[in-house]
């Protein structure tokens, strides 16, 4: 008689091929969640790379039909205004504005945009009762770096609807990651013998609205470690460019 030989495969081998199969599946599926992370932190950073080539574009455009002349500055001699409010002694960043003598822009600090403001909402600049992120407008006479007689900067820009751009817009829905500026620093270069034309540098720092994910020091997202830190949707960027008026 031939004895039938069985084969299968021990409990052994079993519980160690289920062993490897469990690792390889935890290994694909922690690979997939940080593709996936930084896939989100790729789209926040084009996103931002794209606002900054975008409103740098614009503020080109806008500075070759400027008389250098015209550029607004107030009684310190500043071009950039910011608007602030003063609590517990400290001074909070309200908005800023920047007015050329054809276009003017004015925005809503981050602090604002992100809704942390809390008491402080009614300064901020909006349109039509609903706040602006940051817009270019049409204003001819610098209306808008223009103290009223209350001693107060405009907040309520309804009576320039008609020329108004978005250049950043206010989040259409909650938890959408919403870019601001930051910081816009202007200074002169050079000024031709005229006075009309001249070159001037311009640093904007933009990036996501949330503040508590941002090191004020450094301009700099949290680092993963730290407990406020939300790295997959956090970025900033400076950008840094010399702009030309031809009077």
């Known amino acids: 008689m031939s004895r039938r030989m069985k084969y299968g495969f021990t409990i052994i081998e079993l519980t160690l091929a289920m062993a490897f199969i469990s690792v390889l599946l935890i290994s694909i599926?922690?690979?997939?969640?940080?593709?996936g992370?930084?896939?989100?932190?790729g789209i926040i950073l084009r996103g931002v790379n794209q606002a900054g080539r975008d409103i740098d574009t614009v503020m080109r455009q806008d500075f070759l039909q400027t008389d250098s002349?015209?550029?607004y500055k107030d009684d310190s001699g500043e071009s950039v205004i910011t608007v602030s409010n003063v609590v517990e002694g400290v001074s909070e960043p309200i908005n800023g504005r920047l007015c050329l003598g054809g276009y003017s822009y004015v925005w809503n600090m981050p602090k604002m945009i992100d809704n942390e403001g809390g008491a402080y909402n009614d300064a901020m600049v909006t349109l039509d009762g609903a706040p602006i992120n940051f817009v270019r407008v049409v204003d001819p006479t610098a209306q808008l770096c223009?103290?009223?007689?209350?001693?107060?900067?405009?907040?309520?820009?309804?009576?320039?609807?008609?020329?108004?751009?978005?250049?950043?817009?206010m989040p259409d829905s909650d938890g959408e990651v919403v870019l601001a500026i930051h910081s816009l620093e202007f200074s002169p270069v050079a000024t031709g013998e005229n006075q009309s034309e001249g070159l001037y540098r311009i640093n904007l720092t933009i990036g996501t609205s949330k503040m508590s994910e941002i090191n004020t020091a450094d301009q700099s997202c949290k680092p993963p470690e730290d407990g406020e830190s939300n790295f997959e949707f956090c970025a900033i960027?400076?950008?840094d460019t010399i702009v030309r008026t031809n009077g």
């Open 37 to 41: 992370k930084m896939y989100n932190r």
């Open 29 to 35: 599926v922690l690979v997939s969640i940080q593709a």
């Open 237 to 239: 960027n400076q950008f």
């Open 69 to 71: 002349r015209q550029i």
């Open 146 to 169: 223009e103290k009223n007689a209350d001693g107060a900067y405009p907040s309520m820009l309804d009576t320039f609807s008609d020329g108004i751009t978005h250049l950043l817009k």
